[in-house]
């Protein structure tokens, strides 16, 4: 007995998709002949509609695209209705069990189409379900890469910290040790002066003016010193005259102390700049220069400041030695700014620096400034850019 009910099963199926192929034109016969069968075979009407209910929902429906669903069904109602007839035919008359079978079919295919649609539904909200599991896992990972890039910034930012601090007392120690070894000396030698000027004085005036005049030349080089103390830690002369003036001076200072030849030209223009780019580009080409004077070993440097169309360039070019620009900025050991220092400055304002450095071309340092100030919530291009030709 099973064995007929599974060999009908795959029968019922067979037919009812070959008959849905044929759409329209196709015969009932098949569907009639099938229900004799089952009827021979001890079936009733309610174990030919649950086989009828299974066919659709396992193996035709899937595969069925939803807008085509409602004509599927009510075509398989057709072909079921007449199947089930010869079942019917054996307990009612024809007419009844057309009424009750009309009933039957628009219960099920209500049935199938709930099925139809909830099943639908179930599938769309897995869909959603992948998509925000997606979006999750790939919002993870960008946040993982922004936590990750956040920990490297702040470690520059403790890096460069050190670095400034050390600096800074390095600078001071510099100082103090120009003041205890120069100018306390020569205050110093003033003071026993003025005791021997004393004594003479009171005992014997001759050769007094000679003495006096040495130690007046004592006084004038203390002064001179203190002067030059006062320029280089903040020259009067660029709050005063402004930038170019206070780069010839300090050019002229320079030259005469290394014997470097330092050529500068300028374009009156970048007077326009205010007070804190004209200082940045002071102590750029400042700590450019003295650079070259404990490093580069040049004898020639070009010092050039020319007009952009929305700023000023300023390049500072030597004769001297190269180096490695990414070892120095990416040095953890380094005593000094250097490299990093100036970069700040410059990025303070908005500008850009540009370092290159190659073996037999010497080292050139590039800034440039905007006229304008940055307008709020504009992207920032301040960068450190190294084009490298070392080996």
């Known amino acids: 007995m099973k064995r007929e009910l599974f060999d009908l099963s795959h029968r019922y199926q067979d037919t009812l998709r070959a008959h849905l192929k044929q759409g329209r034109r196709a015969s009932l016969e098949s569907a009639r002949g099938l229900g004799g ?19 659709l929902i396992t193996e035709l429906l899937p595969a069925c695209p939803p807008i085509q669903r409602a004509a599927l069904i009510k075509q398989a109602g057709i072909f079921f209705a007449a199947a089930v007839l010869p079942i019917e035919k054996s307990h009612r008359n024809e007419r009844q069990a057309t009424a009750q079978l009309k009933k039957f079919i628009e219960a099920l295919s209500q049935r199938t189409v709930e099925l139809a649609a909830a099943n639908l539904e179930l599938e769309q909200e897995i869909a959603q379900r992948k998509a925000v599991e997606a979006a999750l896992k790939k919002s993870e990972r960008h946040y993982s890469v922004l936590l ?24 001071r120690k510099r100082i103090s040790r120009e003041l205890h070894d120069v100018i306390a000396q020569t205050l110093t030698g003033i003071n026993i002066r003025l005791a021997t000027l004393k004594k003479e004085a009171s005992v014997n005036t001759k050769g007094l003016e000679q003495n006096i005049a040495r130690t007046q030349k ?19 002369v660029l709050d005063d005259l402004g930038l170019i003036p206070a780069l010839h001076s ?46 580069a070993q040049a004898r020639r440097v070009e010092l050039n400041i020319k007009k952009l169309a929305a700023g000023v360039a300023m390049q500072i ?23 990093l ?12 620096l540009y370092v290159e450095s190659a073996p037999g071309q010497g080292t050139t340092i590039a800034v440039e400034v905007p006229f304008a100030k940055e307008r709020k919530g504009a992207s920032k291009k301040s960068s450190l850019t190294t084009a490298l030709k070392c080996p």
């Open 37 to 55: 069968k089952a009827l021979a075979a001890g079936l009733q009407t309610l174990d030919l509609a649950k086989l009828h209910e299974r066919t």
């Open 148 to 171: 990750a890039q956040s920990d490297r910034l702040q470690e520059q930012l403790r890096q460069l910290s050190r670095q400034i601090l050390s600096a800074q007392e390095d600078e």
């Open 218 to 236: 004592l006084v004038e080089k203390s002064v001179d010193l203190v002067h030059r103390f006062a320029r280089e830690l903040r020259p009067a």
């Open 250 to 295: 300090f050019v002229k200072t320079f030259s005469q102390r290394t014997r470097i030849h330092v050529q500068l030209i300028a374009f009156a223009g970048v007077e326009s700049l205010d007070i804190a780019k004209r200082t940045v580009l002071f102590r750029v080409a400042q700590e450019a220069l003295t650079n070259v004077a404990r490093h």
């Open 317 to 339: 070019k030597d004769d001297g030695k190269s180096f490695r620009v990414e070892r120095v900025l990416g040095g953890t050991g380094s005593k000094r700014l250097g490299l």
């Open 341 to 352: 220092g100036m970069r700040e400055r410059v990025e303070m304002v908005g500008g850009t």
